[in-house]
């Protein structure tokens, strides 16, 4: 695959406020690449550049070979989608959708024909078929996001830019869209750009993940790729739910609390932090291996199973598929907690 | 935003036909009677009754007299002067408004604020000090009378010079009228037009004038209503040579003067329907306008 989209040496600050500094990423022709992190980490704002609607202080942009920050907005054809639609509200839905067609020169416009047939192709898209002569006041939160989506799709954009698009719906929509969203990318064939703060949306959509933290480029990765391997202890803690625990790497040897086991491979030596997923342990009597733990209370959540633990006098919130949790786990029981896969950070990094 | 489709209610077959009057539906939130009440009497009161008062008066003449003062060659054109400059100045003031509200709003600079305080000043001004002032200015002798002078151009005493008083006193009710909505419009917006690739001008004329375009006709029918009656900045500026530059509400303090109360009430009456009908025609364009989108 032929990259398309190359970022390079991106910085942009407000005021004294740094909102992006030195962002370098590549992305490839047709890649649906997530941009994910906190608020303020700066992932809006490079939407915002590639979409020409911000001028970066320093850096470059090229788009298929060419400069794309000496294009002018209008001019990029990239497709944009706002966390609150931006729609035009005093049109109607196909009005809207239209748009992009009809302000164009009337030289490189299609006729009216032609773009009532755009229209109607775009609305049965994004399967809103019967809605052409509502006005976005009649929609749904999720029908109007599909609008927005087919008004961006509507001027055949180069590149796809969504900016949390599904961040004011509600949980059950998100998903439906998700998952709609990905079938669209596939089909339309676009290179697609997406801002999200939430991670499961980010790693179950996209085909590469770029996580972003004060403006910074943290690590970029496939799904897997970053949530296997997490560069540093912030982004382990961004990727799901963690627990932490101080340990010592001493010859290959990682030590927490009143456990010994080999160190992960490529550990450094010395006082780490040690992180493991409150999924990923494993249960054993009181007389095996593991963390020393007494159980403070269990309780069932549909098929998982939430087991409040103290270790080293510290609470944790364990949790465990319910078939293959080990019978007798109660409050009160002592046993051994396993961490399956720990990773190790040195201990000077402060997430 | 709220999706009003779903709350509008389930209506049985038989109660279909949609009736032009009825009560509102009893809301949770308590006080509809008294303040229904209050409104009745407030606007009876302040609105109804001295109106009414007015309406009665003309009929001692009878409805060949009232018709009578009606037609008079003087009070025609004094009414074509009155109502034909004052949407003039209510049409000027539109793109004027517009621009003052668009800076105001739209561009941070200094002195913006003391613009912006400006804007009221003729809101506030006793409307003879602002005539006074106006005429100073206008006259043959003062400086800008006398610039326009030497064009040939007569600015005070003439057709002019009432126009002039009328954008002053105008002005205010359009920016003031648009100024909010335009805040208030989307940036987001804006920024979607300009990725779907329209220009400065499109993105004005398709997407920003459409969305305060209610505001836009409210400030100018209220600016329009306002000119209608004007008379003190007015009277002074204007010359007041019957047939030529007499405003029509002068005319009904001539006839008052003159102790034919009753004429000054038809010319009043006169007036107050002519008023009525194009504030009627400004509010219907207004919620017509306003409808589209929010349906």
């Known amino acids: 695959m032929d990259l398309s989209l190359e970022i390079s040496g991106i910085s942009k600050s407000y005021g004294r406020y740094p909102a992006l500094n030195n962002v370098s990423l590549q992305a490839h022709d047709k890649e649906f690449l997530a941009l994910l992190g906190p608020s303020g980490s700066g992932k809006t704002t490079l939407l915002r550049v590639l979409a020409g609607l911000e001028k970066p202080d320093a850096g470059e942009v090229r788009f298929g070979g060419e400069d794309f920050l000496s294009v002018p907005v209008r001019q990029r054809q990239v497709g944009m989608v706002f966390q609150h639609y931006a729609l035009f509200r005093h049109m109607t839905v196909a009005q809207n959708i239209a748009f992009g067609l009809t302000v164009r020169p009337r030289s490189e416009r299609p006729s009216k024909s032609e773009i009532a047939d755009r229209v109607a192709d775009l609305l049965s898209l994004v399967q809103l078929d019967d809605m052409g002569k509502r006005y976005p006041a009649q929609l749904s939160g999720g029908q109007r996001q599909r609008v927005a989506l087919a008004r961006a799709l509507a001027i055949e954009p180069k590149m796809l830019l969504l900016d949390e698009p599904f961040g004011a719906l509600d949980a059950q929509v998100r998903r439906e869209l998700r998952r709609w969203l990905r079938e669209l990318h596939d089909r339309a064939g676009v290179t697609t750009v997406f801002v999200t703060h939430d991670q499961e949306e980010a790693l179950d959509l996209a085909d590469r993940v770029a996580i972003m933290r004060d403006g910074q480029l943290i690590q970029l990765g496939a799904p897997n790729e970053v949530y296997e391997n997490p560069a540093d202890p912030f982004v382990y803690d961004f990727l799901g739910a963690a627990c932490r625990m101080p340990g010592k790497v001493e010859g290959g040897r990682l030590t927490v609390a009143d456990w010994v086991t080999k160190a992960p491979k490529g550990a450094p030596e010395g006082p780490v932090e040690v992180f493991f997923r409150p999924d990923e342990v494993a249960f054993a009597p009181a007389d095996g291996a593991g963390l020393g ?59 | ?232 900045s007015v009277v002074f500026i204007a010359g007041n040579m019957p047939f030529k530059t007499e405003i029509a509400p002068l005319l009904i303090v001539i006839k008052l003067e003159q102790y034919d109360y009753a004429g000054a009430a038809a010319v009043g009456v006169g007036m107050l329907l002519i008023s009525f009908a194009a504030l009627i025609v400004f509010n219907a364009a207004q919620i017509l306008l306003a409808r589209k989108g929010r349906a």
């Open chain 1, 293 to 351: 733990a007494e159980v403070k209370a269990v309780a069932q959540r549909g098929p998982d199973v939430r087991i409040e633990c103290v270790i080293e006098g510290e609470v944790f919130e364990l949790e465990a598929h319910g078939p293959t949790l080990p019978a007798g786990v109660a409050p009160g029981l002592s046993l051994r907690v396993k961490p399956m896969r720990p990773r190790v950070y040195p201990r000077t990094t402060v997430a």
């Open chain 2, 1 to 232: 935003m709220i999706d009003q489709a779903i709350f509008r209610p389930v209506v049985p077959a038989a109660a279909k036909r949609p009736r032009l009057w009825h009560w509102r539906e009893p809301s949770i939130l308590p006080g509809f009677p008294l303040g229904l009440g209050i409104t009745l009497l407030y606007l009876s009161l302040i609105v109804v009754i001295p109106l009414a008062a007015l309406a009665i008066r003309p009929w001692e003449l009878g409805l060949s007299g009232f018709w009578r003062v009606l037609t008079d060659e003087r009070v025609l054109r004094a009414f074509r002067l009155s109502f034909g400059l004052s949407i003039l100045a209510a049409l000027l003031n539109a793109p004027l408004g517009l621009l003052i509200a668009w800076s105001l709003t739209r561009y941070q600079f200094p002195g913006r604020r003391i613009l912006d305080a400006l804007v009221d000043l003729p809101f506030a001004l006793p409307t003879a000090v602002a005539g006074i002032a106006l005429t100073t200015i206008y006259a043959p002798n003062g400086p800008i009378g006398a610039l326009a002078a030497k064009f040939g151009i007569k600015t005070a005493y003439s057709p002019l010079g009432i126009f002039i008083a009328l954008v002053f006193i105008g002005l205010p009710f359009v920016v003031r009228a648009i100024q909010p909505v335009l805040q208030e419009v989307d940036r987001e917006v804006e920024e979607a037009a300009q990725t779907l690739g329209a220009s400065s001008f499109q993105k004005a004329f398709l997407v920003i004038l459409p969305a305060i375009a209610p505001a836009l006709l409210s400030g100018v029918s209220l600016a329009f209503a306002r000119a209608v009656g004007e008379y003190g």
